[in-house]
């Protein structure tokens, strides 16, 4: 099994990554099909137009998460990782009221987005909660081309024949030889483990092993640039205020708690717990920007997207001996766990509920920071078990569907879990009750019993539960 540190950590947009950067990299995947001279339906004329159907929690929360939005700027040829907000904005406007997309290599071809774009608030998709079916039509109306993807969190995105080999277990052929390529392809904590002691190597220089087999020399600057653009989201959220977008008319902040902190240095006004303000505060400075539609960096979703540049900021700014490898270890560090858990569970929040987003990121944290202070592998993989045993059973239920409440506490709550996972591992031998293992399949299981409107749909929980007023 291999993930890479940036399939797990990439740079995108908000405020969701399965439900606004998903729909878009299927949608632009989609286009690659049609440029690529995909099969088209027997009898099939000329290339006419477009349409999209969204299912699942894509329909029951589309709306609040911009998957519309998405779609749209999706078939137009936009990527999450180099969209420019200014342009995306304009481009919408202009598709809206033209009902045509040019994407490059297509030519101009009919997509109206109030009737070719469908929120089917039906039965689910088989495979998965996040569902989209994407058709291009002839100039009849008749189908030339079907293809059905599904977002399974974190800006991830498989076809439905994609799904079912992964669900039957059965690895492609560029997986069995990447499992190969790279010297420590541990699938489970207990593998990684027994590597690691086999090896005499840390968890962070497993990974970073397994990263130069892909990137070579140019590793530590990809690294750098994904904790630059961490840190960017996190400053531009400590700048902003106001209300977010979606109308719930929830306030920014980050900006004015971060300002009351900045106040009370060196005037001996700080309480003891003062520690878990920072890390909260810059939890909720990314969050905000993430519910904002800003550029943030799944970690490993965008729901989740505060925990680890939280805990980064945190040990930065705050920790004793900080360095840049250190930084640099905990992000390697933090993506082994992310892949394990993906591999092995789930990161989607529509499908195990939060427990599988902000869960997820706090194990991740936990065992970064645990890598970064000089934990042993045992440590750290207790680290992030502490962390994940502590979200089990968390719902994922936005009100209104929006990544807000309570999402943005969510994050900074997780990061304050995640740096307390931390501390009381390297407190211990590494010798604990629970395996990680063990918990990460804990988590899925629940997340299988949870009721399906807990897993967001907006139809129970919070979602529900809004003020009267």
Known sequence: MFLSVFDIFKIGIGPSSSHTMGPMVAAARFLDDLRGGAEKIPGAGTLQSLGASLHGSLAFTGKGHATDRAVILGLCGLMPDTLDPDRAEALEAQVRAEGIVRPDGLGPLHFAPDTDLIFDYGPALPGHANGLILTAYDEAGNPWHRQTYYSIGGGFVVTEAELEAQLADQPSLHEEKAAQAFPYPFGTAREMLDMGARAGLSIAQMKRANETVLHGAALDDKIDRILQAMDDCMTRGLAQEGLLPGGLKVKRRAKAIYQQLQAEKGQNLAQPHQANDWMSVYAMAVNEENAAGGRVVTSPTNGAAGVVPAVLRYYRDHCVAATRDGSRDLLLTAAAIGGLIKHNASISGAEVGCQGEVGSAAAMA????????????????????????????????????????????????????????????????????????????VMLETGRDMSEKYKETSQGGIAVNLPEC
């Not at 997780?414 to 931390?422: L, N, P």
């Not at 031998?429 to 395996?435: A, L, Q």
């Open 366 to 441: 936990a065992a970064g920071l645990c890598a970064a202070l000089g934990g042993s592998n045992a440590q750290i993989e207790n680290a992030a078990e502490i962390a994940l045993e502590h979200h089990l059973g968390m719902t994922c239920d936005p009100a209104a569907g929006l990544v807000q409440v309570p999402c943005i506490e969510r994050n900074a709550l997780g990061a304050i879990k995640a740096v307390s996972a931390a501390s009381l591992a390297l407190r211990g031998d590494g010798d604990h009750f629970m395996p990680l293992d063990n918990c990460i399949r």
